[in-house]
């Protein structure tokens, strides 16, 4: 940053996501998702470093270049909805035209009518108006580019598909809509002998979405991993174990509807101890200290399974 300050944008992020599984990344806005999420794709500004490993299949993604990530991972490996579709859509072409070239750059389908026909199916998968494959982006409600970016990303059948609030702007019937035929495209399998699968990371902030799709569920607050549960058990019982997690559930409006107290402090001031510790009911001097990772939940007091049950 300038003065040559730094910002741990995202720190100590260790997850996994298997074939056929979704993890739903959640947390408040500005927690690191969306950075994680560029990370993984190379897009980050030029300012940015990273350090670690993330290997889909026999490739480490941080440490690949620019010209294995352009023509190997982007649309092949990971499929992407971006989390500002109209930005990332062509503005001088129609959604046809944008279809029909990812059509045949990711399936090898040629010929006019074929691509037509497959630019048409995509279109419908993502539950795009047929009527409004001839108009140019900015023709478009910011719902209806949203599903446009669904159509493209879904084309290439990607072993991995990262969307990035891939149900912003929309109603909550095509809502349903859309995190079912993401469901389906992690579920169908695919027609390539030896090939695993394919797998979902959705960021979200739609915790009612996240519990229609999720195998797994995983926390993030102020750039680093809190929690990492299996979906059944953080939407049920015995629900989340980190004070952060129970605060977002119980901020629903079908659950206690109770707001988290205070603000999420910011990643260029981050505290030495827990992160959440200003927020937190269970706080004790032990936060002033890093908060451990006892299984798959960073912090000195989690919530235990028989007292949340009792």
């Known amino acids: 940053m300038p003065g040559g300050h730094h910002v741990a944008a995202v720190t100590d992020a260790h997850f996994d996501v298997a074939a056929g599984e979704c993890l739903a990344l959640i947390g408040e806005s500005g927690c690191g998702k969306s950075v994680?999420?560029?990370?993984?794709?190379?897009?980050?500004?030029?300012?940015?470093?990273t350090a670690g490993r993330a290997h889909?299949?026999?490739?480490?993604?941080?440490?690949?270049?620019?010209?294995?990530?352009?023509?190997?991972?982007?649309?092949?490996?990971?499929?992407?909805?971006?989390q500002s579709p109209a930005a990332h859509l062509t503005p001088v072409r129609t959604i046809r035209s944008q279809l029909e070239e990812t059509v045949g750059q990711l399936t090898g389908v040629?010929?006019?009518a074929a691509a037509r026909t497959a630019g048409e199916d995509a279109a419908a998968r993502a539950a795009f108006p047929a009527g409004h494959l001839d108009r140019y982006p900015h023709e478009l409600s910011?719902?209806?580019?949203?599903?446009?970016?669904?159509?493209?990303?879904?084309?290439?059948?990607?072993?991995?598909?990262?969307?990035?609030?891939?149900?912003s702007g929309l109603d909550r019937d095509l809502v349903e809509h859309t995190v079912d035929e993401l469901r389906r495209h992690v579920d169908t399998p695919t027609r390539t002998k030896g090939d695993p699968g394919r797998a979902l990371l959705m960021i979200t902030h739609d915790l009612t979405a996240a519990e229609r799709i999720a195998d797994k569920v995983a926390v993030m607050y102020a750039g680093?991993?809190?929690?990492?549960?299996?979906?059944?058990?953080?939407?049920?019982?015995?629900?989340?174990?980190?004070?952060?997690?129970?605060?977002?559930?119980?901020?629903?409006?079908?659950?206690?509807?109770?707001?988290?107290p205070g603000m999420p402090p910011e990643l260029g001031d981050l505290p030495a101890g827990c992160a959440f510790a200003t927020?937190?009911?269970?706080?004790?001097?032990a936060?002033?200290?890093?908060?451990p990772t006892?299984?798959?939940?960073a912090c000195h007091h989690p919530h235990r399974p028989e007292e949340i049950r009792a």
């Open 36 to 49: 994680l999420a560029s990370a993984l794709l190379g897009l980050l500004p030029a300012n940015a470093q």
């Open 56 to 82: 889909l299949g026999g490739l480490d993604l941080l440490a690949a270049d620019e010209r294995t990530l352009a023509r190997q991972v982007r649309g092949r490996m990971i499929g992407l909805i971006p």
């Open 110 to 112: 040629r010929g006019r």
């Open 142 to 167: 910011g719902g209806l580019a949203q599903r446009a970016a669904t159509a493209l990303a879904l084309v290439g059948g990607a072993p991995l598909l990262l969307a990035d609030e891939p149900t």
């Open 224 to 260: 680093r991993l809190v929690e990492v549960a299996e979906a059944d058990s953080f939407f049920g019982l015995p629900g989340p174990r980190h004070p952060y997690s129970r605060g977002l559930l119980g901020a629903l409006p079908e659950r206690d509807f109770t707001p988290i």
């Open 279 to 285: 927020r937190c009911a269970r706080v004790t001097d």
């Open 287 to 291: 936060c002033a200290h890093r908060p």
């Open 294 to 297: 006892t299984g798959s939940v």
